[in-house]
């Protein structure tokens, strides 16, 4: 295995147990890193990344396994944290399989059961620094692709996402030199990432409206889908603030309006009018290159694929 220098890359731990931490910690000193915190509850973990963002992140998924998938997901939204592409991995004590979808629907890099050894952990933190996969950006999902056949492909773009630890351990230079560089790119990715979702956020504002239109009021699928398109505007609005989108907040209010109007009862066509025109406004001040006929005819299809879905469920 090449021997990198790891001694300027901030690693921090996680782990509730102690003699963990330190064997943790002892592995890591082993492989050459020496600035290395550790903490031993999820709230110091947010915290600690927050003061002082790390380059590696090693986090014990027992006990908490889903307050740690969430906030993993929070990080890579960009909801959280300085850098929302540090590079993570959880470590395990066991290899179930609902673990093992939770982890890889986190976002975290990778899923390493315990006990390990030093070589064990070099090989799979330098896989991370020498191929590290693609991040992929949807609505519900910012992370490393989760596409295991390599020749199917999505209409999911994918991009390469900042590595600090990368940066640190490959290109000897001052910590100044490495923070000023790392800060040139995490402002260029943050702002590809902001666009991303907002785009991908506004398209699904339409398909949620489409559904909403779909489905008798009452039902618990239209209170549902009503509930996630409020709550997805709002984080629509929340990420157009300080921002080169924040023309687009008086169409996210139109929607939160006919949406409240929904909600009470008023009128329902002419709720479901306003909120109709709203979303498609919405999508269309996010994606301005494309024509109003084929936003309709993207949501049209994409609203197809989920109903036929749905139906091939149920049938099985």
């Not at 199917?152 to 351990?169: A, E, G, I, T």
């Not at 990715?189 to 489905?215: G, H, P, S, Y």
């Not at 002419?270 to 005819?297: I, R, V, Y």
Request: proline share 4%.
């Amino acid at each position: 295995m090449p021997r990198l220098s790891y001694d300027t890359a901030e690693t921090l731990i996680y782990d509730p147990v102690a003699a963990n931490r330190t064997a943790t910690r002892s592995l890591l000193y082993t492989l050459g890193f020496r600035r290395i915190e550790t903490v031993s509850s999820l709230k110091d973990m947010h915290d600690s990344m927050k003061r002082r963002p790390p380059d590696l992140v090693l986090c014990e998924a027992q006990g908490v396994e889903s307050e740690l998938c969430q906030m993993i997901q929070d990080l890579r939204q960009g909801a959280t944290g300085y850098n929302p592409f540090v590079v993570i991995i959880v470590t395990a004590w066991e290899n179930s399989g609902a673990l093992v979808s939770s982890v890889i629907n986190s976002g975290a890099d990778d899923l390493i059961l315990r006990p390990f050894s030093a070589s064990t952990l070099g090989t799979r933190i330098l896989s991370h620094v020498e191929r590290r996969k693609s991040f992929v950006i949807t609505t519900d999902y910012v992370g490393p692709d989760r596409n295991k056949d390599p020749h199917k492909r999505s209409n999911v773009q994918l991009f390469h996402p900042p590595n600090s630890l990368k940066l640190k351990v490959k290109e000897p230079m001052t910590s100044e030199e490495a923070a000023q560089r790392l800060g040139v790119m995490l402002k260029s990715a943050r702002e590809m990432l902001n666009t991303e979702k907002l785009r991908r956020d506004a398209f699904q504002v339409c398909i949620l409206w489409r559904l909403v239109q779909d489905n008798p009021p009452g039902t618990q699928r239209h209170d549902a889908d009503l509930a996630k398109l409020r709550d997805l505007t709002r984080n629509v609005m929340e990420r157009c603030a300080d921002t080169d989108y924040r023309a687009a907040v008086e169409h996210c209010e139109a929607v939160l309006g006919a949406v409240e109007g929904l909600e009470i009862k008023v009128d329902r066509n002419a709720s479901m009018h306003l909120l109709g025109h709203a979303a498609l406004s919405l999508n269309q001040f996010f994606t301005p290159e494309k024509s109003s006929t084929d936003h309709l005819a993207e949501i049209d299809s994409t609203v197809a694929v989920i109903k036929a879905r749905e139906e091939q469920a149920l049938a099985s």
